[in-house]
């Protein structure tokens, strides 16, 4: 079957780095995407992999290793409004995306 | 950035009546756009895929007759929940594809709805 696991919640300090990690089992592998969730709210797209490595955009960087269904998400500086659930989902071999449950993300002042 | 946009954001309805929801790509064509749903605290459910001109492809256990899913143009489509319940409220979210090799999904910032 195919399968995302990534932690439920994780609490962090302002100002401080968090890491998100997103381990994954899917049919085909066709990229990997983060999305941002504040509670009462749709997602929003923060990144995408398809190869190998890190890639940073301002406070936020993902990373991916294919070989090991291994990807994670680095939140620098972090901010009070980064407080959200942060999605990963992968593209399967269908282009259909497989959703994570989500990490509840708490930063504390 | 590709923006979809959602249409009404909050919906209160009786039981029984039927609501329709629409969903537009408002710069970018989205032959796919997708469904899903959101109970309190839960994750979100693919509840169906809809591709312009064909019939939307549903999720095991969505029923589609209670669901009607149009997707007319390439810009739009739309979720009818007929003789809708009070089991059926929810927070009802379309997501469009943008046709690239990253094929990202862009949300629309989802509907409330409400059935008394």
């Known amino acids: 079957g195919q399968n995302i696991d990534q932690p439920t919640e994780m609490t962090a300090t302002e100002g401080a780095i968090v890491q998100i990690n997103c381990t994954y089992q899917t049919s085909g592998f066709n990229g990997l995407f983060w999305y941002q969730q504040h509670a009462g709210e749709a997602p929003t797209f923060l990144s995408y992999?398809?190869l190998d490595g890190l890639e940073e955009k301002g406070r936020f960087s993902s990373f991916l290793s294919r070989s090991k269904g291994y990807s994670y998400l680095l939140l620098k500086e972090l901010q009070m409004k980064d407080s959200a659930s942060y999605l990963c989902a992968v593209s399967d071999s269908n282009y259909q995306l497989i959703w994570g449950a989500g990490t509840k993300l708490i930063i504390k002042p | 950035g590709a923006v979809v946009s959602q249409h009404p954001s909050w919906v209160i309805c009786k039981s029984g009546t039927s609501v329709k929801i629409e969903c537009r790509s408002l710069d970018f064509q989205a032959t796919t756009m997708f469904w899903y749903r959101q109970f309190p605290k839960q994750s979100l459910m693919l509840m169906a895929t809809s591709n312009e001109g064909s019939k939307a492809t549903y999720e095991q256990g969505v029923e589609k007759d209670k669901f009607l899913i149009n997707h007319a143009s390439l810009t739009l489509s739309t979720l009818t929940v007929t003789s809708a319940h009070p089991e059926d409220s929810s927070f009802y979210i379309c997501?469009?594809?943008?046709?690239?090799?990253?094929?990202?999904?862009?949300f629309g910032p989802g509907t409330r709805l409400l059935v008394l």
């Open positions: 992999n398809v």
């Open positions: 997501s469009a594809r943008e046709a690239t090799p990253q094929e990202t999904q862009y």
